[in-house]
């Protein structure tokens, strides 16, 4: 039902800044929650920030006043601004949307993936 394609990944340097873009397709994208999530080489994935349809948002502890989730639903994007980039954020990052069913409840996809590299 929902594609989701992400763009914006790359090789930065620590506290070097990187623009994360997520497009949806296939769905209500205003009704949708939306977010971000990592996953580093070994390590289970983990949640970075999400957004509501209403823009509510919710960060991890690692990435508080540092990231900055947000949304454009004339657009069907989602992006997360990174900045003061750290090593430890190197992972592959993923674009997640929900969609509410009748009888399943909600409903995750998820993009393809982006790698991110922070490293001198």
């Known amino acids: 039902q929902m594609q989701l394609v992400e763009s914006g990944g790359g090789l930065v340097q620590p506290g070097g800044s990187l623009r994360l873009s997520c497009a949806a397709s296939g769905s209500r994208f205003s009704i949708n929650a939306m977010g971000w999530y990592r996953q580093a080489p070994g390590k289970p994935r983990e949640l970075v920030a999400t957004?509501?349809?209403?823009?509510?948002?919710t960060y991890a502890d690692s990435v508080k006043g540092r990231f900055t989730i947000s949304r454009d639903n004339a657009k069907n994007t989602v992006y997360l601004q990174m900045n003061s980039l750290k090593p430890e954020d190197t992972a592959v990052y993923y674009c997640n949307g929900g969609v509410v069913t009748t009888t399943r409840g909600i409903d995750n996809y998820w993009g393809q993936g982006t790698q991110v590299t922070v490293s001198s």
């Open positions: 957004i509501t349809p209403g823009g509510t948002t």
